[in-house]
């Protein structure tokens, strides 16, 4: 299935793409799930089943930014991290490029998730669907004027009351809320003007208990708002869009206070300090223009497409400086404080791509994008980006493809020493990703139902920051840069994408690592070895049932195995979790009753009870004398094998 609108590029084998039905359909959690659908396929990997993050060919989800039409969303997980944030009923395909992309697509060190809103009404006056299960309500309207000139879409979902944190790995203790609401509108101006309004906001809220026991505060709290509108026109021979829109995110820590078990570091001497109220944003705001010749219906790609690109990304974080008194065993904290920091970076760029066909079987693309504006640490004011694409069609069911290509990222999200993470604009002193990449694929329909695949690939991105740890009086916001990931791999895949009964299996092979003054050790995101496997049967036209097994090798963790003079000293080693495994199954009925379509589903998560961990909480410490101790990770439980239960209703 393609993605491809009349007059756009072909896209490159190693780009994955899914309809609305595909991800309706998959065995996700709780409910249809855009970005666990996407796990699913080669390339795309998590840190198990509490995680929804997609880490693209073993880089930080960070580093793969999440559009939903052109709009970024910045935090795109809710029930911390176990649900995408964009509810389904809004999506109406899903791209993930996880290699060289249109220089349209600027942004992204390692890929781009690509969510293209749904237009709305379906050629009705009025539709709904609403959809209740153990995670959320959902419900969804939707309608066409007459003669299609007006259409529109509202989606929203949220929870009905305290989300089940014990089957998300949370802790049983947990208050946790969300919420999200979606809509577009589409206006035909006349004339072959157009008009599309998408918009998207999100939020999620853990209070009371849980964020008292883990994180020390009375509440905690983070949101997505952002909208675009976008005029399409002719001009001549040619077809013009023109698009506005602005992004927000936004995270904020209470007041709260903080106990020592908080920071995962053993003490002799118990304490508390207090902290004051953090805030983290990510705000921006894009003007995007595009021409390209206009289409006349052909469904051939256009041969040339031109763009820009106007956008202001701001980023204001607060750190925590810990101020300390006392040495070894009577050494504590007396407060802690936030330390404001904020970066605003005015970004232009111009991009253009042309595609020939040197033979009527070899597609050839290459493009430029060339983008300026601040000082950025270690790159010049302005900065090319270069991508070039090749595809042979070497046989009518034989497809082959390579690209190579240059991708700039200039807000990076960086893990602090003792609270969360946070996010930081390029500037003077703070570099931006660069990332290099390379990949050759392979694709082949077998027959008109089955496409396998082959892909290989490489990537090295310099300008990653770390952040120094927290000692004495330094404030833990120092950038640390110098560290750059390399990775490399191998991807193999095959779907079956039609008839009664469909099926995908995907294996991936994957090296990636972290390069540091201080040395090389494995990247946290590194699983060398994923085998996914899916199956939906049709049993009949209102019963479908389907499984899905995947299995991967653990993924790396820092910690500290031994701790000495409160842990200001000690022995860093890297661990790895356990191989994850996991088998899931669902089933799932509709019918007619009247003029509703109803129906009910039942979702089983991994059905044969393996005992996989949850996420990486700390560390358990042996005090073995004289202030020093032994210590060993520890992590949450994972989400529980209870069966996940919904009921649907559609006009």
């Known amino acids: 299935p393609a993605l491809r609108a009349p007059g756009e590029p072909y896209p490159p084998t190693d780009a994955r793409e899914l309809t609305e039905a595909q991800v309706q359909e998959a065995v996700t959690y709780a409910e249809p799930d855009v970005l666990r659908a996407?796990?699913?396929?080669?390339?795309?990997?998590?840190?198990?089943?509490?995680?929804?993050?997609?880490?693209?060919?073993?880089?930080?989800?960070?580093?793969?930014?999440?559009?939903?039409?052109?709009?970024?969303?910045?935090?795109?997980?809710?029930?911390?991290?176990?649900?995408?944030?964009?509810?389904?009923?809004?999506?109406?395909a899903a791209a993930f490029y996880p290699g060289v992309r249109p220089p349209a697509l600027g942004d992204g060190a390692a890929g781009v998730v690509e969510l293209r809103s749904r237009r709305g009404g379906r050629g009705r006056a009025l539709g709904a669907l609403a959809e209740l299960t153990v995670s959320s309500a959902r419900l969804a309207l939707e309608g066409e004027a007459p003669g299609g000139r007006v259409?529109?879409?509202?989606?929203?979902?949220?929870?009905?009351?305290?989300?089940?944190?014990?089957?998300?790995?949370?802790?049983?203790?947990?208050?946790?809320?969300?919420?999200?609401?979606?809509?577009?509108?589409?206006?035909?101006?006349?004339?072959?003007?157009?008009?599309?309004?998408?918009?998207?906001?999100?939020?999620?809220?853990?209070?009371?208990?849980?964020?008292?026991?883990?994180?020390?505060?009375?509440?905690?709290?983070?949101?997505?708002?952002?909208?675009?509108?976008t005029l399409a026109l002719p001009a001549g021979p040619l077809r013009l869009r023109h698009t506005v829109g602005a992004s927000r995110y936004r995270a904020d820590v209470d007041k709260g206070i903080f106990k020592r078990e908080a920071f995962t570091v053993p003490s002799t001497v118990p304490w508390i300090a207090t902290l004051a109220g953090l805030d983290d944003r990510v705000e921006t705001e894009f003007l995007r223009g595009e021409a390209a010749p206009a289409s006349g219906g052909s469904a051939a790609p256009a041969r040339w497409t031109a763009g820009y690109e106007v956008s202001r990304q701001r980023a204001v974080t607060d750190s925590m400086a810990v101020v300390w008194q006392g040495a070894g065993e009577n050494r504590m904290p007396t407060r802690m404080e936030a330390v404001p920091?904020?970066?605003?970076?005015?970004?232009?760029?111009?991009?253009?791509?042309?595609?020939?066909?040197?033979?009527?079987?070899?597609?050839?693309?290459?493009?430029?994008?060339?983008?300026?504006?601040?000082?950025?640490?270690?790159?010049?004011?302005?900065?090319?980006?270069?991508?070039?694409?090749?595809?042979?069609?070497?046989?009518?069911?034989?497809?082959?493809?390579a690209g190579a290509g240059r991708v700039f990222q200039y807000l990076q999200n960086v893990p602090q020493a003792v609270f969360g993470s946070r996010w930081l604009?390029?500037?003077?002193?703070?570099?931006?990703?660069?990332?290099?990449?390379?990949?050759?694929?392979?694709?082949?329909?077998?027959?008109?139902?089955?496409?396998?695949?082959?892909?290989?690939?490489?990537?090295?991105?310099?300008?990653?920051?770390?952040?120094?740890?927290?000692?004495?009086?330094?404030?833990?916001?120092?950038?640390a840069p110098?560290?750059?990931?390399?990775?490399?791999?191998?991807?193999?895949?095959?779907?079956?994408?039609?008839?009664?009964?469909?099926?995908?299996?995907?294996?991936?092979?994957?090296?990636?690592?972290?390069?540091?003054?201080?040395?090389?050790?494995?990247?946290?995101?590194?699983?060398?070895?994923?085998?996914?496997?899916?199956?939906?049967?049709?049993?009949?036209?209102?019963?479908?049932?389907?499984?899905?097994?995947?299995?991967?090798?653990?993924?790396?963790?820092?910690?500290?195995?031994?701790?000495?003079?409160?842990?200001?000293?000690?022995?860093?080693?890297?661990?790895?979790?356990?191989?994850?495994?996991?088998?899931?199954?669902?089933?799932?009925?509709?019918?007619?009753?009247?003029?509703?379509?109803?129906?009910?589903?039942?979702?089983?998560?991994?059905?044969?009870?393996?005992?996989?961990p949850g996420r990486y909480v700390g560390n358990q410490c042996v005090y073995t004398g004289d202030a020093a101790s032994w210590c060993s990770p520890s992590f949450a439980p994972g989400p529980s094998g209870l069966p996940l239960l919904g009921v649907r209703a559609r006009y």
Not at 47 to 76: E, K, Q, Y
Not at 158 to 180: I, K, N, S, V, W
Not at 443 to 462: D, I, M, Q
């Open 38 to 92: 996407l796990l699913r396929l080669p390339g795309a990997g998590s840190a198990g089943d509490h995680s929804a993050a997609l880490w693209a060919r073993g880089a930080p989800a960070a580093h793969t930014p999440v559009l939903f039409h052109g709009i970024p969303v910045v935090a795109p997980l809710h029930l911390g991290g176990a649900l995408s944030s964009v509810g389904p009923d809004a999506v109406g």
């Open 151 to 229: 259409a529109w879409l509202v989606a929203g979902r949220t929870t009905l009351g305290p989300a089940p944190a014990g089957q998300l790995g949370l802790g049983r203790g947990a208050e946790y809320t969300f919420h999200d609401l979606a809509g577009r509108l589409d206006v035909d101006l006349g004339g072959g003007r157009a008009l599309e309004v998408s918009a998207l906001r999100t939020g999620d809220a853990v209070s009371d208990t849980m964020s008292r026991r883990v994180l020390g505060t009375s509440f905690v709290s983070w949101d997505n708002a952002g909208a675009r509108a």
């Open 341 to 401: 920091r904020a970066r605003e970076l005015d970004l232009a760029a111009a991009w253009g791509e042309y595609r020939w066909t040197p033979s009527p079987r070899l597609f050839v693309s290459a493009g430029l994008r060339v983008e300026g504006g601040g000082r950025v640490a270690g790159l010049p004011a302005l900065r090319p980006a270069p991508r070039l694409s090749l595809r042979w069609d070497a046989l009518p069911e034989l497809a082959l493809s």
């Open 425 to 479: 604009a390029a500037g003077e002193d703070t570099p931006a990703l660069r990332a290099d990449l390379a990949t050759a694929g392979a694709e082949l329909w077998l027959g008109r139902e089955w496409l396998a695949s082959a892909n290989a690939f490489a990537r090295r991105t310099g300008g990653m920051v770390a952040m120094s740890r927290v000692r004495d009086d330094d404030h833990s916001g120092i950038p």
């Open 482 to 612: 110098g560290t750059e990931n390399r990775a490399s791999g191998a991807e193999l895949g095959v779907r079956r994408l039609a008839g009664r009964w469909t099926a995908s299996a995907a294996y991936t092979w994957l090296r990636s690592e972290l390069r540091s003054p201080g040395g090389v050790r494995a990247a946290e995101e590194e699983q060398r070895h994923t085998v996914d496997a899916t199956g939906l049967l049709r049993v009949s036209p209102g019963l479908r049932v389907g499984g899905a097994l995947t299995v991967a090798t653990g993924d790396p963790f820092p910690y500290r195995r031994t701790c000495t003079n409160d842990c200001a000293e000690g022995e860093d080693v890297v661990g790895r979790r356990p191989t994850f495994r996991s088998l899931d199954a669902m089933a799932d009925w509709s019918g007619r009753w009247g003029p509703l379509e109803v129906g009910a589903f039942v979702q089983f998560r991994n059905v044969l009870g393996f005992a996989n």
